[in-house]
């Protein structure tokens, strides 16, 4: 205790250069505690995006591609899959249920998904979650459209409100359906997913929207009102993806065989879980990446730690030889120093700490908002507190090394005047 007190009064004699330590100690384990977090997030949030499909079928591709417009609303298919195909697959005795995808268009740079209510039935996330609504329900009219959360939070939009839908996708749309808006029919809940970022529709809302459109253009002079299309046959051509649950998982790889060998057209099917590792396992780079840099910081911050500690150690050589000349034997010489890296690896240590839920704090209502990432307040992991044990760890070892040189300093050589 006598040592730990004159630590203290040590470091509060010098606490100018003490408290630059301590914050650059304090910010280095805030980043440690900051990309582990969002690390461990971003996978269970990319990993929980679907949960209870057996299978994604598409327009034969690339199976990361497929999974990327599919899933996630990244990019465009290639093709699409005829409604044969899509009846057929729906027909197979090995199939509990399907939930058919169309896309293309969007409103205000949010995608817009055509499917039909089975997608509210039977889509599942974060260990087969279901989705729910927060206000209203389900599309029942031709013209109805169920908003995610994101959506519905940052335009603003509330049931009953029109909805123009813009012919391809981007933040300005240049070809609006402005003929035949949408009703906003639902809100969906929030779900961390990209459900929360896309509209949706009707399959036959979607060829509503086309049915005076011919190759991605409006054919010249044919107006068809939204009354007049109502009355008509608006089943759909083709669509862009198809989810599919099985009745029994163990006929997967049987039955994915089968679709990837169709011989109506070519069609691929992935397993989900399968393309999602194979989909993380190329952006863990980045990951890792940003893993080292952190980790740099704190070996920088301990780096200058110890540096200050030599440096002070040079100008203490009186004070550590009177220290001697008193009585202080070499092993309390080496304690005070050891003690005063320890105080401020930990005093460090805990102001990052504390910085790090600020922080979470601050800014986790613009990580959920710009890129739909929920970052949970909790109490730190596991893995969490093996770092924060490691950091005072090598805070204490770095102490070691002054409080050697002190060791081996002779008594003389700090009551020797240096000229």
Known sequence: MPILTLAIKSLWNRRGTALLTICSLAVSVMLLLGVEKIKREARESFTSTISGTDLIVGARSGGVQLLLY??????????????????????????AWTIPLS???SHRGFRVLGTSNDYFAHYRYAQKRSLSFTAGGPFEDIFDAALGAEVAETLGYRIGDPIVINHGIGAVGFAPHKDKPFRVAGIL???????????????????????????GRKIRGLQISADDVRKMNLKPEAVTAVLVGLNSRLAAFALQRRINEYPGEPLLAILPGVTLQELWTLV??????????????AVASLLGMLTMLLAGLSERRREMAILRAIGARPRHVIGLLIAESTLLVCVGTMCGLALFYLGLVVTQPVIETRFGLHVALAWPTARDGAILILVIAAGVMAGLIPAYRAYRQMLTDGLTVRS
């Open 103 to 105: 896309l293309g268009d």
């Open 189 to 215: 809940a929030r779900t961390g997913t990209p459900v929360d970022r896309t509209i949706h529709v009707s399959l036959e809302g979607i060829e509503a929207i086309h049915i005076d459109w011919r190759d």
């Open 284 to 297: 863990g780079t980045a990951e890792t990446g940003l893993a080292a840099v952190s980790l740099l910081v």
């Open 70 to 95: 599919s899933i996630f609303r990244i990019g465009n298919a290639a093709n699409n899959i005829s409604i044969d195909s899509y009846r057929r697959i729906t027909a197979f005795p090995e199939t």
